[in-house]
């Protein structure tokens, strides 16, 4: 899927061999890269992270982030791509190559991960819609794979059945892994037998899903399957996600097991904001990205500091968008700041001057903060 993520911090490419290519549906293609003996360690990733693929496209250049579908221990950078319309950039990826040309591929990156427990028993449940099932399929493999406790539930939204992208490799799994995961697909457009499975997935579905689906728990008599949920992880539209990881945390789920992946410009807050400010308004802002200074106004502290950098469409790095992921992690040089939720510093950190922007209420007139940590 074209993946619309502001540009994250400078990348590395190089040229990789196109293995393979292959149509999946109607509008969605996986590519996959042959990654060279000496490149190897370069291209060492964690499930759920991204490349970014730079390409041309009407005589343009153009750089965009694409999940990957392979797991690490299958050796191999996979990606599953979306072609929006006939005038997608997308569209000239798929045309423009053919499996032995090389592509200028970037080093694996993103914090869409989780920590590897294979001596656990978890339970972890995966939300997609559309081509946001691709970092979720990376990350139930390498589960599958390296954690023979842990049990999945992956619910996957898509307007009809022939827009499933990687239906029969997800159904492959479900038949070899039948014990541990198992799979439910949502239907926005098109009828479904039981009505639970029509619609979109939302705050609505969800409790839904925990009535339906995640309650009795044959594991445990005392509890329910979602109480025994340990992490959630959601790929998709931003309304998507911001509605239910809201619905995830309003039933019981603390915000750092629930994890997301934004597929394309979101500027709205996921969470809503808990605490009241003194107004500050006219706020001066001076900050370095990619080795630029910028300097901008804020007309007030109302929105949160990364918000309003996106709002006026410069390309700080971010992610989760709620204090967890730490993509936009900077270091406040002056002025004052109050740090709202922050699962990703250290206190040490935090004391050197290090903030998290999208968690960032501005409190002074003037800030200047460096996003160039490296
Ligand atoms: S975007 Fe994840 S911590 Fe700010």
Request: hydrophobic letters at 35%; aromatic letters at 10%; a negative charge.
């Amino acid at each position: 899927m074209e993946n619309l993520l502001p540009k994250a911090r400078q990348a590395e490419f190089h040229l990789l061999k196109l293995a393979k290519k292959q149509q999946l549906t109607k509008n969605t293609f996986a590519l996959e890269f042959e990654i060279p003996e000496l490149l190897k360690g370069n291209y060492k990733f964690q499930a759920g992270q991204y490349v970014t693929v730079k390409y041309l496209s009407k005589g343009e250049v153009f750089q965009n982030d694409f999940s990957m579908t392979s797991a690490p221990f299958e050796g191999k950078i996979a990606l599953g791509i979306k072609i929006n319309n006939e005038e997608s950039s997308t569209k000239d990826l798929y045309d423009g190559f053919e499996v032995g040309d090389e592509v200028e591929v970037s080093e694996p990156k993103g914090r869409f991960t989780l920590i590897s427990k294979p001596h656990e028993f978890r339970t972890i449940i995966g939300f997609a819609g559309g081509i946001g099932i691709t970092p979720l399929i990376s990350h139930f493999k390498n589960i599958l794979h390296t954690e023979p406790r842990t049990r999945l539930f992956l619910f996957y939204g898509n307007r009809k059945t022939e827009e499933i992208a990687f239906k029969n490799e997800l159904d492959a799994l479900a038949k070899k892994y039948s014990e541990r995961l198992q799979i439910f697909y949502f239907f926005s457009q098109e009828p479904t037998t039981d009505n639970l499975f029509h619609g979109r997935l939302d705050e609505r579905k969800l409790k839904l899903i925990i009535n339906q689906i995640l309650h009795l728990d044959d594991t445990d008599e005392e509890s329910t399957i979602w109480d025994a949920v340990d992490e959630v992880l959601i790929c998709g539209k931003g309304d998507m996600i911001k509605s239910l990881a809201n619905a995830c945390y309003n039933n019981g789920i603390r915000k750092k097991n629930i994890h997301f992946e934004l597929f394309e410009e979101y500027n709205e807050d996921i969470y809503p904001q808990e605490k009241d400010f003194p107004l500050v308004e006219d706020i001066e802002v001076d900050f370095k990205l990619f080795s630029k200074n910028y300097s901008t106004q804020l007309n007030d502290n109302r929105i949160k500091l990364l918000q309003q950098l996106l709002i006026q469409g410069f390309p700080v790095p971010y992610s989760c968008k709620s204090g967890i992921c730490g993509s936009c992690e900077c270091i406040l040089e002056e002025g004052e700041v109050e740090l709202l939720e922050n699962e990703y510093l250290t206190e040490k950190e935090e004391k050197s001057g290090k903030i998290l922007a999208c968690m960032s209420v501005v409190l002074s007139k003037k800030i200047k903060v460096n996003f160039d940590l490296i």
